[in-house]
Protein backbone atom coordinates (compact mmCIF):
# COMPACT_ATOMS: atom_id res chain seq x y z
CA UNK A 1 0.00 0.00 0.00
CA UNK A 2 1.36 3.70 -1.01
CA UNK A 3 0.57 6.61 1.60
CA UNK A 4 0.82 10.06 1.02
CA UNK A 5 -0.24 13.29 2.47
CA UNK A 6 -3.96 12.52 0.44
CA UNK A 7 -4.91 9.08 1.17
CA UNK A 8 -3.33 5.56 0.30
CA UNK A 9 -3.62 3.60 -2.85
CA UNK A 10 -3.34 -0.12 -2.81
CA UNK A 11 -1.82 -2.35 -5.65
CA UNK A 12 0.24 0.86 -7.36
CA UNK A 13 3.16 -0.37 -9.58
CA UNK A 14 4.96 0.86 -12.65
CA UNK A 15 5.79 0.04 -15.80
CA UNK A 16 8.69 1.17 -18.00
CA UNK A 17 8.27 0.96 -21.62
CA UNK A 18 10.56 2.99 -23.87
CA UNK A 19 12.10 4.90 -21.24
CA UNK A 20 8.73 6.03 -19.65
CA UNK A 21 7.10 5.39 -16.27
CA UNK A 22 3.50 4.98 -16.13
CA UNK A 23 2.16 4.22 -12.70
CA UNK A 24 -1.14 1.92 -12.80
CA UNK A 25 -3.75 2.52 -10.21
CA UNK A 26 -5.63 -1.00 -9.36
CA UNK A 27 -7.76 0.83 -7.11
CA UNK A 28 -9.03 4.19 -6.21
CA UNK A 29 -6.90 6.62 -4.25
CA UNK A 30 -9.19 8.80 -1.54
CA UNK A 31 -8.12 11.55 0.41
CA UNK A 32 -8.92 15.15 1.00
CA UNK A 33 -9.66 17.42 -1.96
CA UNK A 34 -6.08 20.21 -2.50
CA UNK A 35 -9.39 22.28 -3.66
CA UNK A 36 -12.32 22.00 -1.71
CA UNK A 37 -10.65 20.15 1.01
CA UNK A 38 -13.83 17.32 0.84
CA UNK A 39 -12.93 13.95 1.44
CA UNK A 40 -13.64 12.13 -1.73
CA UNK A 41 -11.93 10.19 -4.57
CA UNK A 42 -9.24 11.75 -6.08
CA UNK A 43 -7.88 12.72 -9.41
CA UNK A 44 -4.50 14.61 -10.86
CA UNK A 45 -4.64 16.24 -14.05
CA UNK A 46 -1.62 15.72 -16.31
CA UNK A 47 1.12 18.46 -15.63
CA UNK A 48 -0.50 19.55 -12.36
CA UNK A 49 0.74 18.38 -9.17
CA UNK A 50 -2.30 18.80 -6.84
CA UNK A 51 -5.41 15.88 -6.38
CA UNK A 52 -8.67 17.15 -6.50
CA UNK A 53 -12.07 15.85 -6.38
CA UNK A 54 -14.19 14.76 -9.16
CA UNK A 55 -16.40 18.09 -9.72
CA UNK A 56 -13.08 20.41 -8.31
CA UNK A 57 -11.39 18.30 -11.33
CA UNK A 58 -13.92 18.67 -14.30
CA UNK A 59 -13.86 22.41 -12.93
CA UNK A 60 -10.31 23.42 -13.19
CA UNK A 61 -10.40 21.27 -16.44
CA UNK A 62 -13.13 23.18 -18.35
CA UNK A 63 -11.47 26.06 -17.27
CA UNK A 64 -7.93 25.32 -18.70
CA UNK A 65 -9.89 24.49 -21.89
CA UNK A 66 -12.31 28.20 -21.55
CA UNK A 67 -8.81 29.88 -21.34
CA UNK A 68 -7.59 28.82 -24.42
CA UNK A 69 -11.23 29.54 -26.16
CA UNK A 70 -11.01 33.45 -24.67
CA UNK A 71 -7.19 33.60 -25.56
CA UNK A 72 -8.13 32.22 -29.36
CA UNK A 73 -11.41 34.22 -29.46
CA UNK A 74 -9.42 37.36 -28.76
CA UNK A 75 -7.03 36.88 -31.21
CA UNK A 76 -9.24 36.53 -33.60
CA UNK A 77 -11.46 39.15 -32.63
CA UNK A 78 -14.45 36.73 -32.23
CA UNK A 79 -17.26 37.72 -29.68
CA UNK A 80 -16.61 35.95 -26.43
CA UNK A 81 -19.61 36.84 -24.38
CA UNK A 82 -20.91 33.66 -24.41
CA UNK A 83 -17.32 31.86 -23.26
CA UNK A 84 -17.39 34.45 -20.70
CA UNK A 85 -20.51 33.66 -19.27
CA UNK A 86 -19.70 29.76 -18.77
CA UNK A 87 -16.31 30.96 -17.44
CA UNK A 88 -18.35 33.22 -14.88
CA UNK A 89 -20.79 30.23 -14.03
CA UNK A 90 -17.86 27.96 -13.39
CA UNK A 91 -15.67 29.98 -11.53
CA UNK A 92 -18.83 30.72 -9.38
CA UNK A 93 -19.62 27.10 -8.06
CA UNK A 94 -15.87 26.51 -7.87
CA UNK A 95 -15.55 29.06 -5.62
CA UNK A 96 -18.70 28.50 -3.84
CA UNK A 97 -17.58 24.56 -3.50
CA UNK A 98 -14.31 25.61 -1.98
CA UNK A 99 -15.39 28.22 0.43
CA UNK A 100 -13.40 31.35 -1.38
CA UNK A 101 -15.80 34.54 -1.21
CA UNK A 102 -14.49 36.15 -4.64
CA UNK A 103 -18.60 36.95 -6.12
Known amino acids: MVESRHGSLEGERELSRQG ?7 SV ?13 LHRLPGREDRNCRECDSDISTMIVLYDALKDAAWSGTDASQIE ?7 TRYSQRCGLDCF
Do not use: Q
Open 29 to 41: LMGVCDSCNRFAE
Open 20 to 26: WSYAIAE
Open 85 to 91: NEVTEIL
